[in-house]
Antibody, heavy 119, light 112 residues
Framework: QVQLHESGPGLVKPSQTLSLTCTVS??????????WSWIRQLPGKGLEWIGN???????DYNPSLKSRVTISVDTPKNQFSLNLSSVTAADTAVYYC???????????WGQGTLVTVSS | QSVLTQPPSVSGAPGQRVTISCTGS?????????VHWYQRLPGTAPKLLIY???YRPSGVPDRFSGSRSGTSASLAITGLQAEDEADYYC????????????FGAGTKLTVL
């Protein structure tokens, strides 16, 4: 069974960088069939795709966040990570990592982690 | 504002049939990109419910079905049960936003 688990600070100060890691078990990131993705849910709003990374390191980002987002992969550790720079209160959200299929859907999700941006 | 439009809420009595609509545009659903649906039960992560417009992953009851036509898609739930009370999200791909997977704002299903 594929499982994903997000980890990282639950509180980040404004203007700093939000950093989260997703650890994958039950599958290997380096298999190469999937896009490892970050998605968030802003309070009271819907889901927003942040971006994804392929095992080779190629990335796609949401155009609205592209200037602040970096997603990286660590295949030996079977992890991928999210960095979101210059955060504001508007970035407060539940952040999910997920496994994306080439047909553009997400078949496995982590439980999500709440990140609050506040001083 | 979400690229895909869903009704904020729908409701139905146990045993009834409800549908949830998802309206897009010519750059996403209307361009032929598939629609996928997710169910988010309270306090849990989203779960894939329908992929490729109408396919159910293993373990999803056949009470759930999906369809797509033109620039819209629908999720139908028959034989409504109390445990179906959840938020439902549609998702597709938008060609006007490079590499973008887009979601609807979600629909809250209440079982009366």
């Amino acid at each position: 069974q594929v499982q994903l688990h997000e980890s990282g600070p639950g509180l980040v100060k404004p203007s700093q960088t939000l950093s989260l890691t997703c650890t994958v078990s039950g599958d290997s990131i380096s298999v190469g069939a999937y896009y490892w993705s970050w998605i968030r849910q802003l309070p009271g709003k819907g889901l927003e795709w942040i971006g994804n990374i392929f095992y080779s390191g190629s990335t796609d980002y949401n155009p609205s966040l592209k200037s602040r987002v970096t997603i990286s992969v660590d295949t030996p550790k079977n992890q991928f990570s999210l960095n979101l720079s210059s955060v504001t209160a508007a970035d407060t959200a539940v952040y999910y990592c997920a496994r994306g299929r080439s047909e553009y859907y997400f078949d496995y999700w982590g439980q999500g982690t709440l990140v609050t941006v506040s001083s | 504002q979400s690229v895909l439009t869903q009704p904020p809420s729908v409701s139905g009595a146990p045993g009834q049939r409800v549908t949830i609509s998802c309206t897009g545009s010519s750059s996403n659903i209307g361009a032929g990109f598939d629609v996928h649906w997710y169910q988010r039960l309270p306090g849990t992560a989203p779960k894939l419910l329908i992929y490729g417009n109408s396919y159910r992953p293993s373990g999803v009851p056949d009470r759930f079905s999906g369809s797509r036509s033109g620039t819209s898609a629908s999720l139908a739930i028959t034989g409504l049960q109390a445990e179906d009370e959840a938020d439902y999200y549609c998702q597709s791909y938008d060609s006007s936003l490079t590499g973008s997977k887009v979601f609807g704002a979600g629909t809250k299903l209440t079982v009366l």
